[in-house]
């Protein structure tokens, strides 16, 4: 079965930064393209991120380009993101996202953590 388990959220204070992590298995990992979804309180699922299956392109929302770097090492089935300058908007459920093997864009996702909680506040 799928399985995405997200890590290395926390607090943070504006400016400062976390590194999230998700180990993925169940899948060939490799294979397919992956992403960073949030979120917040009260608000609708958000794409952060994507990556595709090689990690030879990534993408960005425009709330956090710039800011945040998304990266996967398939030797260990792992999707990171790097989360710089962080402001207290970014507060959110963090959750690692595997799209289908049948990529059509970043909106379809078909899997999903349990997320991690990222925190920005002073």
């Known amino acids: 079965q799928v399985q995405l388990v997200e890590s290395g959220g926390g607090l943070a204070q504006p400016g400062g930064s976390l590194r999230l992590s998700c180990a993925a298995s169940?899948?060939?990992?490799?294979?397919?393209?992956m992403s960073w979804a949030r979120q917040a309180p009260g608000k609708w699922l958000e794409w952060v991120s994507g990556i595709f299956s090689d990690g030879s392109d990534t993408y960005y929302a425009d709330s956090v380009k710039g800011r945040f770097t998304i990266s996967r090492d398939n030797a260990k089935n792992t999707v990171y993101l790097q989360m710089n300058s962080l402001k207290p908007e970014d507060t959110a459920l963090y959750y690692c996202?595997?799209?289908?093997?049948?990529?059509?864009?970043?909106?379809?996702?078909?899997?999903w953590g349990q997320g991690t909680q990222v925190t920005v506040s002073s």
């Open positions: 169940g899948f060939t990992f490799s294979s397919y393209a």
């Open positions: 996202a595997k799209h289908p093997l049948m990529w059509t864009g970043w909106g379809t996702w078909d899997y």
